[in-house]
């Protein structure tokens, strides 16, 4: 999942507003031109060989399920924090903590007493994972949420009962899995710099209004209102190949949606538009396998 960290140039304040709707249209043009001359010298995924760790069972309504919990050093850590201080953001914000995974594809095998089931790979920071073993609390919330990942990329419903395998560190084989390289295209902001003019909301974050179009067949637009707003500092956006999550400074916005197409978010671009007070995002999409 790529991390669009936040670039903030300030303009003259004599530009017009048409300047910069010209700009935006521009960027946009800029992201469609180079989904078509796309750089063979960067590699858009790396390949890796999890680590097994342990073996969770559960079920679903196709039958037994398995869930090998792994880690390798390439899968980006979570933001470091003791567990006190994670379990404060949690109860202030439950979607303001995330733990970078990597979810294998299913792949079927035969339990020990022979019967088929299914098998999925989760993998996770190896140091987090070794924080993690003297951890229950964080063992089970990587479970819980490996669980909610699977059953949304999947849809699933999983049996929330489930058991750790005690002998038996992984189900089947654990293989190589491509997670898409980090790179970091910038958000630009069209208009002045940002000034906070709003506290942090007591209900916590507002979900925005999200506007999504086709603008060709492989270049997919959109608009994400935010009113409270008079610039982007502060701003988050996360966009991996199905997914689009974008954070508000002091907790005012949150937004994850998941995205029907296959997005190259190594060539996405996103410009906030201070006259409209909306975050634009240009996402090139890659080609559906055959």
Known sequence: MADLNLLVPELNEAEAMGAETARFQELLLQA??????????RPESTQIQPQPGFCIKTNSS???????????????????????ELLQMLE?????????????????????????????DVAVNSNFYLRM????????LVITIAREGL????????????????NRPFMGSISQQNIRS?????????????????????????????NLWLEAPDLLL????????????????????????MGGPQQLYHLDVY????????ESKAAFHRKRRQLMVAMPLLSMPS
């Open 32 to 41: 469609s031109k180079e989904l078509q001359q796309a750089q063979t010298s």
């Open 62 to 84: 196709e039958g037994k399920v398995f869930i090998n919990i792994c880690h390798s050093p390439s899968i980006p850590p979570p933001a470091d924090m003791t567990e006190d």
């Open 92 to 120: 202030e914000d439950q979607a303001g903590f995330r733990i970078p995974m990597s979810l294998g594809e299913p792949h079927a095998e035969l339990d020990a007493k022979g019967q088929g089931c299914t098998a999925y």
């Open 133 to 140: 073993q003297n951890s229950d609390f964080l063992r089970e």
């Open 151 to 166: 059953e949304d990329k999947y849809s699933l419903q999983l049996n929330p009962e489930w058991r750790i395998l005690k």
């Open 182 to 210: 980090q790179q970091r295209p910038p958000i630009q902001e069209l208009g002045n710099l940002y000034t906070a003019d709003s506290l942090r909301p007591e209900a916590g974050p507002e979900k925005p209004h999200l």
């Open 222 to 245: 959109a608009e994400i209102d935010l009113p409270k707003l008079d610039g982007a500092l502060g701003l988050s956006l996360e966009i991996g190949e199905d997914h689009l999550v």
């Open 259 to 266: 995205i029907p197409l296959r997005i190259n978010s190594e």
